[in-house]
Each structure stands twice: as structure tokens, then as C-alpha cells.
């Protein structure tokens, strides 16, 4: 029996009246017009509100198209390298005019169904400006001009750049994301201060920039197994990217260029910086504290069904943190809207989100690592990787680079995936529908696929002698599949990262104790 929908989504705020059926809705932030929070809430019969500040959701559109067309861009680069074509040796201003440009397009036609304006058009009541929780006499957000009360709120807050405590960066001029390709020129000589970029970098270097790029952290994804940090590190190497990783910087100054100073004694040069760190939830202001919301300055806390420690107010959206939180999927979004409106209330499923980094190529991932699995349970975790080449697609599409490794529990249960390579961000969804719908990879056989697909490397990613992954216990004639070299992988010849590349076998680890050998660089 549904219950009575409780208002509130909010970007960082609620809605008004006292109705049973308003929904507080923030924005749809950077999701989907058809999953946007308040056109869900709208659809399913609910009364909302969305409280929004001028101009936020035009600047989260931007700045996720940024990232997608900038790799598009980077891509179509690689795949001219690829046929032996010379990528720029600088910026080119056309083509930076023209990227410019194509955001601007995009959003125009992205914006309809994600403005303001198309919310209203479907029946959420929409309110500029910003507003401040007030726990007494009863819960409500205050903004200047109207008093918005609800039985729930669903705050889903914009993010916003974290600075770091660095002795003189707040004296030097800095792009962000969301400026960068406002400048009317591509920088020439860029300087990315933190890993949080790394697509940006790649992108940048793949264009035509000289980039550096400086992080504290020792490796580059600090979520994932070494040696696939290490495959995107050497990613980002390949196309021109000069990494400074486990760097502690001292201080950062602008004369001529931007010089940013480590502690070991170490000058970094840059005609401009690029700062990249981490983001933090956008909750300056709404008074969280007052009524009891906890989180820091990461994210919101929040339990398994995305409440809050208030019980009234909900969380979703980037402003949860973590380190994929700006490049997941919008599955928190129809969850805590489900849990707001209905009971029972469902859990989110966080081994299945997604995560996507827009490298050239693509690196996306999805549940445990081979180390997280292993480490939950032992011996009874198989890894399994295949190169792209040994598909039709990537080779059509002129970019042969990159793996599917599967994490596998001796049960045949996909316990995890990472994916790097061309339409990773594609079939990193696939490989999603087989974790929740428990498809086990001994019926992988059993599915239709096209063999000039990229999900073609389903059919490949079985147990080496056996048909039926879920009946062989590991070693079971599972010894590791020899001879394939580092061509296997498309790895561009001549690039010495990859020349130490000796072996890609179809198992990586089994029986054998746990230890990356899949990659030796």
C-alpha cells in the first residue's frame, strides 16, 4: 500500500506548505530530465517543491557536458594517432572555440528538461533562492519570501571546490572545471593541482597542452588495485601528462608563471594552474546543525536507506561523498525519493554503483576490486581479465587499447568490475544488469549478443576447460592462460610504460596466492 508521499528534495532545500502530498524537491542536479528528482516526485503524484538557487543546475549541466565532450574530443585524437596520424603539437583555437561551443549547444537542448522551467511546466513549485532549516515549532526551511513545510526533505546540494590550506594559492589566479572552457583559449602550459582531474589532464595533453599534474596521494585511483592505477597512470603518461604524485607542496606563487614549491626542494612551472582537488556539499547556510543533520566536510551521513540523522530529511546526490560521487549513476536519487514517498523503504545497493572516469580511453568501474573481494573472501575469488583486442569492436572503432577484468566468486557471482577502454562507460552498464540480476558467468553462454558488440567480451570472460564457472573450485584445471603480450592490449608501440607489459593472462589470480601479476611495469 503506498504511503502518503513526504515533501522535500532539495538541492539544498525544501518546499512549502503543508500538504501530505508535497514533495520537497531540490534540483535534478546532474541527472537525467526523466530521473531528475522533482519530475520523478511530480510523476508519481506527489506535491513538491524544489528550492533552488539562480543559475546552479545551468552550471552542473555545463559542467558535466564539459567532461563528456572534452573526452569525445580527446578520443577522436587518440583514434588519429591510432592510424598514424599526428595528434597537436599545441592548442589549436578552433578547435577550442568550437568545444566551447558545442556545450553551449548541448545545454541548450539538455536544459528544457532539466530547467527550472520544465519542472514548473510539470507541476513542481519552484522557489529562486536560498532558505535555512528551522527546527521549531515545526521543521520547515525559511526562505525570504515563503515559509516551506513538509513531512520529508530531500536534500540534494550542489558540490563546490575545497581549497587546500596552501601559503599563497589564495594570492594566484586559478581555473576551475567549470572556467575552463570559458577562457578563449586553450592554455598552452597548464599546471592540474589534485587526482581528482585526471580526465581533465588526459583530455588537455591529448589536445595539445603541456600538463603537469601534482597530487599528495601516491596513487592516482586510490580506490582501485595497484596495478590498475598503475595501467591509467601510464594512460595518462602515454598522451603527454607529466604526473607528480606523493607530492607535498610548501607553497604556490605567481610571478611570470605559476611555481608551486615542494618539500623536497622540487619547482613545478605553469603559464596557469588548474585546481582539482576535492569537493565538498554545498550546506553553507541551511542551518544543519540546528536540526540535528551530521556530516563533514566530505559528505552527509547517512544509513542504507539514505536518511539522515534526522529522520525527516533524506540525502542523495554527490554530496554523499566518496571518490566516485560526481560520476556515478542516479540510483540514490530513485531511492531516497522511493523511501520519502513510500514504505516499505528499500536499500541502496552500493556494490552496484557505477563509476566512470573520462580518460582516453574510458576507465569505469563497478563493486568490489580483486583486493576488497580477497580480502572478504579469500581463496574463493577468481580475477579474470581479457584484452579488447580479442573483440571485433574495439579494432572498428580504431582503438584496440584496454581490459575487462572481472572479480568472480567461485559460485560464479560477479563480484566486481573494471573496465578500461573504448565504451567502457557502455558496457560497464551491462556488466551492472548481471550483478543485480544475479546472472551467474556459467550462463553468460546462454545470452544473445551481437559478435561485432563491444558485449561480445561476455563470451570471453568464462573459467579457462570449463563451461560452468559455478562448479570448479579454483586450480581446477584453471592453470593461467599463456602467451599473450602486451600487442594484445592495443598498447601503442614504442611507449616504454609499456614495454615491460610481458603477460596478460585470461586468469589472474585463483588458488595462487593473492598478488597482481597481470601487469609488470
Not at 117 to 135: C, I, K, R, Y
Not at 139 to 155: D, I, K, M, Q, Y
Not at 369 to 394: L, M, N, R
Not at 446 to 470: C, F, N, V, W
Amino acid at each position: 500500500m503506498p504511503f502518503h508521499p513526504h515533501p522535500a528534495l532539495n538541492s539544498g532545500k525544501i518546499e512549502r506548505g503543508h500538504h501530505d502530498r508535497r514533495l520537497r524537491c531540490g534540483h535534478p542536479g546532474r541527472y537525467d530530465p526523466g530521473t531528475g528528482g522533482g519530475a520523478i516526485a511530480a510523476r508519481e503524484g506527489a506535491r513538491v517543491a524544489l528550492v533552488e538557487s539562480p543559475g546552479e543546475v545551468a552550471a552542473q549541466v555545463e559542467r558535466h557536458l564539459s567532461l563528456a565532450i572534452l573526452a569525445q574530443a580527446s578520443q577522436d585524437t587518440l583514434n588519429r594517432q591510432s592510424k598514424g596520424q599526428t595528434g597537436p603539437a599545441a592548442p589549436e583555437p578552433d578547435v577550442w572555440a568550437r568545444l566551447g561551443e558545442q556545450i553551449q549547444a548541448c545545454a541548450a537542448v539538455a536544459y528544457p528538461h532539466l530547467g527550472l522551467e520544465g519542472l514548473a511546466a510539470s507541476g513542481v513549485d519552484v522557489v529562486m533562492g536560498q532558505g535555512q532549516f528551522s527546527p521549531k515549532p515545526r521543521l520547515a526551511l525559511s526562505t525570504p519570501e515563503r515559509l516551506l513545510r513538509g513531512r520529508v526533505f530531500l536534500l540534494c546540494p550542489d558540490t563546490r571546490l575545497m581549497v587546500p590550506a596552501i601559503p599563497g594559492l589564495a594570492q594566484v589566479p586559478y581555473l576551475t572545471l567549470d572556467r575552463l572552457l570559458q577562457e578563449p583559449v586553450q592554455p598552452p602550459d597548464l599546471a592540474i593541482l589534485g587526482r581528482s582531474s585526471a580526465a581533465i589532464a588526459c583530455q588537455a595533453a591529448l589536445l595539445g597542452s603541456r600538463v603537469t599534474l601534482v597530487s599528495r596521494g601516491r596513487s592516482l585511483l586510490p580506490t582501485e588495485d595497484e596495478d590498475i592505477s598503475t595501467l591509467v597512470e601510464s594512460l595518462l603518461q602515454a598522451a603527454g601528462v607529466t604526473l607528480h604524485l606523493g607530492v607535498q607542496i610548501e607553497a604556490i606563487h605567481h610571478r611570470d608563471q605559476v611555481e608551486i614549491y615542494s618539500s623536497d626542494g622540487f619547482l613545478f612551472k605553469a603559464g596557469q594552474l588548474l585546481l582539482a582537488t576535492a569537493r565538498h556539499p554545498q550546506v553553507a547556510g541551511l542551518n544543519l546543525r540546528g536540526i540535528g543533520v551530521k556530516g563533514d566536510r566530505t559528505g552527509l551521513a547517512v544509513d542504507d536507506r539514505l536518511t539522515t540523522t534526522h529522520p525527516r530529511v533524506f540525502a542523495c546526490g554527490p554530496a554523499l561523498g566518496g571518490y566516485w560521487a560526481e560520476t556515478t549513476d542516479h540510483q540514490d536519487v530513485t531511492t531516497a525519493l522511493h523511501n520519502s514517498l513510500y514504505l516499505p523503504r528499500r536499500q541502496i545497493g552500493h556494490l552496484h554503483r557505477l563509476g566512470l572516469l573520462h580518460t582516453a580511453p574510458e576507465f569505469a568501474r563497478l563493486g568490489l576490486t580483486a583486493t576488497q573481494a580477497q580480502q572478504g573472501y579469500g581463496p574463493a575469488v577468481w580475477v579474470f581479465q581479457v584484452p579488447f583486442s580479442q573483440v571485433i569492436k574495439p579494432h572498428l572503432l580504431g582503438d584496440v587499447t584496454g581490459i575487462c577484468r572481472w572479480v568472480v566468486h567461485r559460485d560464479g557471482r560477479l563480484l566486481g568490475t573494471q573496465i578500461c577502454g573504448p565504451g567502457a562507460s557502455e558496457l560497464i552498464q551491462t556488466m551492472a544488469l548481471l550483478m543485480q540480476q544475479d546472472i551467474r558467468i556459467s550462463q553468460l553462454e546462454k545470452l544473445a549478443g551481437l559478435p561485432q558488440s563491444l558485449t561480445a567480451i561476455l563470451h570471453e570472460m568464462r573459467q579457462p576447460g570449463s563451461s560452468d564457472a559455478g562448479k570448479q573450485a579454483p586450480g581446477d584445471g584453471m592453470g593461467p592462460k599463456t602467451g599473450s603480450t602486451g600487442d594484445d592490449l592495443g598498447v601503442t608501440a614504442g611507449n616504454d610504460l609499456y614495454q615491460t607489459l610481458v603477460t596478460c593472462p585470461q586468469l589472474v589470480w585463483g588458488k595462487q596466492p593473492f598478488a597482481p601479476t597481470g601487469y609488470l611495469f
